[in-house]
């Protein structure tokens, strides 16, 4: 393995934040990661995925360590179901395009999210009203204290809207170097109430969509709404989506009559932070070479050459005015590092 110093992290983020990492290696096998974790060279460790779910916001003094791990395997397949495992390196849309090649069906509504296949039990990825715990067998991970290797089902991953374990209770205790999903081969379960896929299946004018098809309307919304990193920096939603209780709910109704909401259980709604967003009057506003973008008032954006504190101080300047307006906190979705 090659230690590398003094490493810009700029194409290892999404955002596209141009911080050093100290230290830099690539890890490629689980062998490589045993031992570089083993090494008492470099106290001090950072674990990088895909980048897509960060905001750097300083040079990393440490020994950053990029999980590399590539492969996909198809552990078992009966008639109506098949059971894939997938290593943390694989870029996650890559993944789903396999999935599809191969018709296994279940997380084609994750077509286009960034990052890795390793990060996505992390925030229990979700989308179009699939999340990936409804098709999660188990992950496996290195725990960082004694570098053995655990495995975790779904009951022990405490999965959540965009929460598991993993950023709870077990935060920088281990790392995850492959997930298993279990998905259908036949009889796909198609998901497609949520209403801008119905939508956008019409304008195809397809009635009977197979899998592919939804990926295709997934792809074609998320691409009308949503930058592409490549073209410009950014981390998908900054922010979580706010969870209130009814009572509050009732009281900002009356003064907003036109708030969007979904119930969550009978005694809490959740609220789209978009729409808080951009009520507030951030929706598309820039401020030199970052700023919010301009159709989905969660993504804050980097035009190029922005720096993470940048951005953290619109993040918290958002965060307050929209306190201010509806009274909700807003908490961040991305992790500022
Ligand atoms: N809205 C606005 N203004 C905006 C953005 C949204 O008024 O600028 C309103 C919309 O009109 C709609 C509501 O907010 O009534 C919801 O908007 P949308 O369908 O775009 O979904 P979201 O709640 O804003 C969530 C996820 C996205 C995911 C979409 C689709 C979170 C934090 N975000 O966004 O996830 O793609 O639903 O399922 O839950 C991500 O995590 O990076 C991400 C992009």
Redesign the pocket.
Known sequence: MHIQQNISLKSYNTFGIDVKAKHFVSAKSLQDLQEVLSSSAYPNKFILGGG??MLLTKDIDALVILIDLKGIEVVSQSREHVIVKAYAGENWHEFVLWCLKNNFGGIE?LSL??GNVGSAPI?N?????VELKDVFVSCEAIDLKNRSIRTFNKADCEFD??ESIFKQKLKDTLIITSVTLKLTSSNHKLSTG???IANQLQEYNIAQPTIQDISKAVIA??QS??PDPKDIGN???????PVISKTQFEVLKAQFPTI?SYEVSSTEI?V????L???AGF?GKTLGNYGV?K?????LVNYGGATGQDILQLARLIQKTVFKIFNISIET?VNII
């Open positions: 897509s779910n509504n999210i960034p925030q990825i979700g989308a179009y009203g809207y965009r949520y209403g801008a919304i998320r709404k949503l981390s998908g939603s900054f922010f979580k989506n969007p959740k789209p932070a978009g729409w967003i951009e009520q929706k973008h159709d989905q008032a969660l993504v979705e």
